[in-house]
């Protein structure tokens, strides 16, 4: 009887082995098709940390053995810097995430975006409400770093708001940068492709965003300080840089031009995909 359960174990363990290994395989065959998406979605993280911290950085404190330090030395304290930059990416991801994300699910095999467009509104309505919607979650968002990037850092974050309505208008028109931009990615790219879309545009966009520096220290390589300008995540940046903080930034009039061209370029891209993918 002791012989015939130990067998039966065996036997047991041996199909599991099996299954797992026939598993292991499968999924290995699988990323062998999708090879190079694969490595591209590995290696930007590293990439971009290494670009921002090694190179980046040390051009904008001319080479100084703290990067960090001489930087938050002439900006008032590396805190300073990230705040507004923390609040940037939070509208930008919770943005993306409220809208893009839903999407690739809606516009699956289940077409549960047909139920939504079945309401009594034209089809741009609809898309204008994942927008505004988006933003509103965005907004939350940025008043919830607020506190914890305000108190956590050890060294003093020095707060100064110039004009308040310039905030608010800051931070509305970068929620719906922030929300277009979701219905753009999310209308855009196939829904099985989301994944891959968030290493190869969401955290290249970030780390080129004037998130960890001002742009105005970009100066020391001009490339990439003209580079980053398609870059709607450099304008939430300095616009709340510019609302928050004494740093250095861009021109006011130039913050709200570029965040209202967003908004309507991204709008636009996004609501003609939407209807296509609707319509299809």
Known sequence: MTETIATSNDTRMTVYTRAFAGLMLRDFRVLTRELMPFLVRVAMNPLLFLFVFTYVMPHMSGGGASPMASIAASTGGFGTVLLPGLMAVAIMFSGIAAVALPLAQEFGITREIDDRVMC???????????????????????????????????????????????????????????????????????????????????????????????????????????????????????????????????PDWLILTMLVFFLLLLTWVGMKGFARRVLS
């Open 120 to 250: 009594p509104l034209p089809i741009a309505a609809v898309a204008a409400e994942k927008i505004v919607f988006s933003a509103i979650q965005s907004v939350i968002a940025a008043a919830l770093v607020f506190p914890l990037a305000y108190y956590i850092p050890s060294t003093p974050v020095k707060v100064q708001v110039g004009s308040w309505l310039f905030l608010i208008v800051v931070i509305i028109l970068a929620s719906l940068v922030a929300g277009a931009l979701g219905l753009t990615i999310g209308t855009s790219v196939q829904p099985k492709q989301i994944g891959l879309i968030f290493g190869v545009v969401v955290v290249p966009i970030t780390f080129l965003g004037c998130v960890y520096y001002p742009w105005a220290l970009l100066n020391q390589i001009p490339w990439l300080q003209y580079g980053v300008l398609v870059n709607p995540i450099v304008y939430m940046s300095e616009g709340l840089r510019s609302s928050l903080t004494p740093s250095a930034h861009m």
